[in-house]
């Protein structure tokens, strides 16, 4: 069974940048029919989606953090990762990472358990 | 403010039926598949519905899925009180964006 899991720092200071991994257990981040992405939640309110990636690397961003947000994938280590920099208080959310299936790969599947990033100095 | 439109909050009595609606526009619900997703307290969201009425293995059939136009409905028979949760409505938007409702609270009284 697939499995998604979020790792990195939990505290990040204003005007830094957010790095958070996803390890991929359980199938294969070189599926030609998933998309990887990462969706966030702040405190108390709803899911904001942030971005899709493919293994092949094309990628998909919301035009709303797309100037901040790089996504890649590392296919040696079945993992891919979301880097948002300029971040400020507003950035701070609990951060899901998550597959969608082709066609409609905006239909997210699987989640991780997703991982609180608070960000302040 | 969300894309997509629902209500705060709905409730419904054990074994009782509940809907919950997603409205939005052609941009998006009106061109688009649906998805629907259950997130109970302090857990990640699980997907209900996807492609607008299907359902993911082990998802039992007293949730169901429908659209109609620009509009999209959650359905669940024969409530319990495992069901109290949040429910989301999910889709694509042609501003290249995946987009969702503000969230329900389903209380099951």
């Known amino acids: 069974q697939l499995q998604l899991q979020e790792s990195g720092p939990g505290l990040v200071k204003p005007s830094e940048t957010l790095s958070l991994t996803c390890s991929v257990s359980g199938g294969s981040i070189s599926s030609s029919i998933s998309y990887w992405g990462w969706i966030r939640q702040s405190p108390g309110r709803g899911l904001e989606w942030i971005g899709n990636i493919h293994y092949s690397g094309r990628t998909y961003y919301n035009p709303s953090l797309r100037s901040r947000v790089t996504l890649s994938v590392d296919t040696s280590k079945n993992q891919f990762s979301l880097n948002l920099n300029s971040v400020t208080a507003a950035d701070t959310a609990v951060y899901y990472c998550v597959r969608g299936v082709v066609p409609a790969a905006y239909s997210f599947h699987h989640w991780g358990q997703g991982t609180l990033v608070i960000v302040s100095s | 403010q969300s894309v997509l439109t629902q209500p705060p909050s709905v409730s419904a009595a054990p074994g009782q039926k509940v809907t919950i609606s997603c409205s939005g526009s052609?941009?998006?619900?009106?061109?688009?598949?649906v998805s629907w997703y259950q997130q109970l307290p302090g857990t990640a969201p699980k997907l209900l519905i996807y492609?607008?009425?299907k359902r993911p293995s082990g998802i039992p059939d007293r949730f169901s899925g429908s659209k109609s136009g620009t509009s999209a409905t959650l359905g669940i028979t024969g409530l319990q009180t495992g069901d109290e949760a949040d429910y989301y409505c999910?889709?694509?938007?042609?501003?290249?964006?995946?987009?969702f409702g503000g969230g329900t609270k389903l209380t099951v009284l």
């Open positions: 052609n941009s998006n619900i009106g061109n688009n598949f």
């Open positions: 492609d607008n009425d």
């Open positions: 999910g889709t694509w938007d042609s501003g290249l964006n995946v987009v």
